[in-house]
């Protein structure tokens, strides 16, 4: 099935996004919610833990061929970052900041969760750069899946009678 994005989509898949990431903390247990603040998009709270999570949520679709390109999570370009503002947010929140990257296609998506320490630690890369991202090639999902620090869920797609052609 081709996508073909209303004039809305891009709100449409970010809502859902974080609506997502929220689905799956209330599920592992976790107190959550969304929240409309720079810098962050979701609190989540694990009471067994005590600790705090404040995620940034980056959602995209890719259309057919575009499965493998990068997803931008963070820039630089600014005044003032999208990483200083989920680290200020974090600490008016006094939560542990953290990134939420969710991607769809056509027949699959998915959603990968990562403390920004992490990701800074492990994906960022040495250079300088205007907006960090989120490689989606096939060696890297290969290497997020290997990585117990990144929660990883996968979803397949199976679509039947969604074709919406006028006949």
Not at 41 to 59: C, F, H, M, Q, W
Not at 149 to 165: L, R
Request: charged content about 30%; proline content about 2%.
């Amino acid at each position: 099935m081709e996508i073909n994005k209303s004039t809305r989509h891009q709100k449409i898949i970010g809502d859902y996004g974080e609506a997502l990431v929220c689905n799956w903390f209330s599920r592992s247990g976790f107190e959550v919610t969304i929240v409309d603040h720079t810098g962050i998009d979701i609190v989540a709270y694990n009471p067994e833990t005590k600790k705090r999570l404040g995620v940034t949520v980056k959602s995209r679709t890719r259309d057919n061929g575009k499965e493998g390109s990068s997803i931008n999570i963070l820039s630089y370009q600014k005044d003032q970052s999208d990483k200083q503002k989920l680290l200020d947010a974090c600490e008016a929140f006094a939560c542990d900041p953290w990134i939420a990257i969710y991607v769809e296609s056509t027949r699959s998506a998915d959603l990968y969760l990562l403390s920004l320490d992490h990701y800074d630690s492990h994906y960022k890369g040495t250079k300088k750069r205007a907006i960090d991202d989120w490689k989606m090639t096939d060696v890297c999902k290969r290497n997020y899946a290997s990585d117990p620090e990144i929660k990883h869920i996968h979803m397949d797609y199976n679509d039947s009678n969604w074709d919406w052609k006028i006949r």
